[in-house]
T-cell receptor, first 113, second 115 residues
Framework: SQQGEEDPQALSIQEGENATMNCSYK?????LQWYRQNSGRGLVHLIL?????REKHSGRLRVTLDTSKKSSSLLITASRAADTASYFC?????????????FGQGTRLTINP | DGGITQSPKYLFRKEGQNVTLSCEQN?????MYWYRQDPGQGLRLIYY???????QKGDIAEGYSVSREKKESFPLTVTSAQKNPTAFYLC??????????????FGPGTRLTVL
């Protein structure tokens, strides 16, 4: 089944640097979402981008979507230690008549002080 | 405060036992979901419910059961038929607009360990 795949699987950068994570998917989508998960906690929704949008911003977050390449990227600018978490993309998939979210395996981001 | 609560935070089960994980939300959301997360993996959908007294199997429903008697509550039972139940379980909810792909709000999770 279709699934967003994040790249890289793990990323370690210095505080203050920018972090970029990518998500690729296989079939057409209506929207793509990004979530953050701190270790041992639930997921927190960050941003939703629709298939007719190319770029969206929320604070230090910038998400792009390229439907021709079936890919999305999440950029976190001026990273902070508190940004250390796993980041997941989620795409919509139709399965047995119901459209549901399918999550990728995530990118583990570590911000070093 | 509005949100989703899950209990307990940690749960230990002996082999052959059934255990029930609690999920409650006060967001007035119609749709609720249960996911399983294994180490270093993404989320896999176990069951979901769009409305009270109705629920549907997700991708990995075998060995699990749910009920939806109230809008606010969606408990998950892990039965003895689930052969590898040790995992992190996440409950989520969303508004219902005809799609299950709206923004989902997650609880803090329950970590289940089989002894």
């Amino acid at each position: 089944s279709q699934q967003g795949e994040e790249d890289p699987q793990a990323l370690s950068i210095q505080e203050g640097e920018n972090a970029t994570m990518n998500c690729s998917y296989k079939t057409s989508i209506n929207n793509l979402q990004w979530y953050r998960q701190n270790s041992g906690r639930g997921l927190v929704h960050l941003i939703l981008i629709r298939s007719n949008e190319r770029e969206k911003h929320s604070g230090r977050l910038r998400v792009t979507l390229d439907t021709s390449k079936k890919s999305s990227s999440l950029l976190i600018t001026a990273s902070r230690a508190a940004d250390t978490a796993s980041y997941f993309c989620a795409t919509d998939e139709r399965n047995q008549g119901a459209q549901k979210l399918v999550f990728g395996q995530g990118t583990r981001l570590t911000i070093n002080p | 405060d509005g949100g989703i609560t899950q209990s307990p935070k940690y749960l230990f089960r002996k082999e052959g036992q059934n255990v029930t994980l609690s999920c409650e939300q006060n967001l007035n959301h119609d749709a609720m979901y249960w996911y399983r997360q294994d180490p270093g993996q993404g989320l896999r959908l176990i069951y979901y419910s769009q409305i009270v007294n109705d629920f549907q199997k997700g991708d990995i429903a075998e060995g699990y059961s749910v009920s939806r008697e109230k809008k606010e509550s969606f408990p998950l039972t892990v039965t003895s038929a689930q052969k590898n139940p040790t995992a992190f379980y996440l409950c989520a909810s969303s508004m219902w607009s005809g799609s299950l792909t709206d923004t989902q709000y997650f609880g803090p999770g329950t970590r289940l360990t089989v002894l």
